[in-house]
């Protein structure tokens, strides 16, 4: 199949590295590049952890390999309302897990970034992609191949700024503050923040021996105040021993519009967080990734085949935005609060047979594939 020209794939987190391995298994010339001088993100963020839902093995009968070197079981959590602490466990038909982002050999990224490289497909760190026109200056091969494959570049570049604004796809912007730490514990943990120092959540979290802490508001710059309750919080409930919270700079999301969810632009293949493929209330974006570079990866053979699954996928997008931007304007301590709290006091009662069909609604693509 290589005569059909090299794919290159911008960005080299979940997302494009699981495109990566698909098109290389099947035998393509595949490039990624990242602008990073290692896999892993950026060195100010990772190494980090993050939780998501997932059924494992439908993900990984999907994807065609095996996700679980990179996973780590998450059997519970906490979730905060208001400054009331409920213990909740996953039940065993809507597991959670842990994955650790970064360079670390024990992290998805490397894992995803040692299965392309032994399927054939070349990295290239340290190799940014700009803007649009750069976007568009990338080879399509030669002859035949350009005229017959003009979609052969996949757009993966995450939660940035910039990678919007390269593509010419709408976002809207993170604001927030985050810190990590190294812990003396293995196993994961997380807890969840609903509280009046912002709309949106925090949240605190660890695995593998590293933490990390993170408020964000989708609207407005987080106050001096939100941050310091926040904080104490972290450090003092949850005992993580961060030292400084700083600045979330360039954080972007794909919630300016209804349209955002979108398989293609103009002749990109967009995959991740870029393509609009995570909940619009909780930001689960890794169950989306991966799901996204399988289908980015169909695209180049199979476009009208990838857009249906690629809507069938996002078929929950458009309702849960409108729900949470109905809760953007009630007022929370009254329809948010108190509901909340007792949806959660009782949570033994129904978890066991309401968690999985509430993932299904919430997060892009959860039991569908």
């Not at 514990?185 to 949240?203: G, M």
């Amino acid at each position: 199949m290589r005569e059909q020209g090299p794919v290159h794939i911008v960005g080299a987190g979940l997302a494009g590295l699981t495109a990566a391995v698909i098109l290389a298994r099947k035998g393509r010339e595949v490039i990624v590049y990242e602008k990073g001088n290692r896999v892993g993100g950026l060195p100010i963020y990772n190494p980090s952890p993050h939780g998501t839902p997932m059924d494992v093995e439908r993900m990984n009968a999907y994807l065609g390999f095996d996700l679980r070197p990179g996973l780590v079981d998450l059997p519970d959590g906490i979730i905060s309302v208001w400054g009331k602490r409920f213990k909740i466990k996953f039940p065993p038909n809507a597991p959670a897990w842990m994955i650790e982002r970064g360079p670390r050999r024990s992290s998805m990224d490397h894992y995803l970034a040692d299965l392309a490289r032994e399927a054939g497909a070349r990295i290239e760190v340290g190799h940014p992609v700009l803007d649009q026109e750069e976007l568009l200056r990338l080879p399509r091969g030669e002859g035949e191949a350009a005229n017959h494959f003009p979609r052969s570049v996949i757009v993966a570049t995450g939660l940035h700024v910039d990678g919007y604004q390269a593509a010419n796809v709408p976002f809207q912007p993170l604001y927030g503050y985050f810190a990590k730490c190294r812990v003396p514990w293995k196993e994961a943990r997380v807890t969840v923040y609903f509280d009046d120092y912002t709309p949106d959540y925090a949240f605190t979290c660890s695995v593998n021996g590293i933490a990390f802490g993170l408020i964000f508001n989708r609207h407005r710059p987080i106050a001096r105040w939100e941050l310091e309750k926040f904080q104490e919080q972290a450090t003092e409930l949850d005992g993580y021993p961060f030292r400084k919270f700083m600045v979330l700079d360039g954080g972007a999301a794909p919630t300016r519009r209804f349209s955002n969810p979108r398989l293609y632009h103009g002749n990109l293949i967009l995959a991740g967080t870029l393509a609009g493929m995570m909940d619009p209330i909780l930001f689960f974006g890794m169950h989306g990734a991966f799901l996204s570079g399988k289908i980015a990866a169909m695209a180049l053979d199979d476009p009208v085949g990838a857009e249906r699954e690629f809507k069938r996928l996002n078929m929950t997008f458009k309702p849960v935005l409108a729900a949470k931007r109905l809760a953007d304007v009630i007022p929370r301590d009254i329809f948010i609060k108190y509901p909340a709290r007792v949806a959660l006091a009782l949570y033994p009662l129904y978890y066991r047979w309401a968690v999985r069909y509430a993932y299904m609604m919430n997060i892009s693509g959860y039991g569908r594939y």
